[in-house]
């Protein structure tokens, strides 16, 4: 079964960068489509980025465009999430995500999660 | 304010059945068959129960069933079990630029 580590996320000042990692294990990670998903505290979850099997495609979330990034390197088996101009709205916990196919057109599933890790952003 | 619209609590009491109902748009829920459902125990990782509007992953009890009817889409848990209370949220595929689309999450409680 596959597994998802996430890292990279602390406590940070507005206006601050952070690079989230994601190390897969357990599946062929350049089969898939991998995704972003954070929550707030105390909110539901939301849909950050995505990025295709090959990195030709990429997706994001409207309060995210143009600030966020998204990566990966195949082999390393790695997810990336570039964060620029931190705001305390981006406070929240970072899932990396599995989509089911190679593809974030159509995607139809989240298949394995990581724990999360924390972003904090205050002054 | 999520995209998708969902109560924001239901209950039930052991062994009876609960739905919970999740409403988008003529862009998401309305335009494909791509809705999700995810149990999500807090402090662990969310986990996919339901896919494509009705399919369950591997491992999945037949306990938890999907459907959709226009714009709505519903998640059906029968014979309920204590260690059922969770948070679900659904999503769904959209037409927009934001690819994916949350709901705001139901707490079930079981009582």
């Known amino acids: 079964e596959g597994q998802l580590v996430e890292s990279g996320g602390g406590s940070v000042q507005p206006g601050s960068s952070l690079r989230l990692s994601c190390a897969a294990s357990?599946?062929?990670?350049?089969?898939?489509?991998m995704h972003w998903v954070r929550q707030a505290p105390g909110k539901g979850l939301e849909w950050v980025s995505g990025?295709?099997?090959?990195?030709?495609?990429?997706g994001y979330a409207d309060s995210v465009k143009g600030q966020f990034t998204i990566s990966r390197d195949n082999a390393k088996h790695s997810l990336y999430l570039q964060l620029n101009s931190l705001r305390p709205e981006d406070t929240a916990l970072y899932y990396c995500?599995?989509?089911?196919?190679?593809?974030?057109?159509?995607?139809?599933?989240?298949?394995?999660w990581g724990l999360g890790t924390m972003v904090s952003v205050s002054s | 304010q999520s995209a998708l619209t969902q109560p924001a609590s239901v209950s039930g009491s052991p062994g009876q059945s609960i739905t919970i109902s999740c409403t988008g748009t003529?862009?998401?829920?309305?335009?494909?068959?791509?809705v999700s459902w995810y149990q999500h125990h807090p402090g662990k990782a969310p986990k996919l129960i339901i896919y494509d509007v009705s399919n369950r992953p591997s491992g999945i009890s037949v306990r938890f069933s999907g459907s959709k009817s226009g714009n709505t889409a519903s998640l059906t848990i029968s014979g309920l079990h204590a260690d059922d209370e969770s948070d679900y949220y659904c999503?769904?595929?959209?037409?927009?630029?934001?690819?994916?689309?949350f709901g705001g999450g139901t707490k079930l409680t079981v009582l």
């Open positions: 357990g599946f062929t990670f350049s089969d898939y489509a």
């Open positions: 999503s769904s595929y959209t037409s927009t630029t934001t690819h994916v689309v």
């Open positions: 003529s862009s998401d829920i309305g335009a494909y068959n791509l």
């Open positions: 995500a599995k989509g089911r196919t190679y593809q974030i057109l159509l995607e139809n599933g989240f298949d394995i």
């Open positions: 990025i295709s099997w090959n990195s030709v495609t990429t």
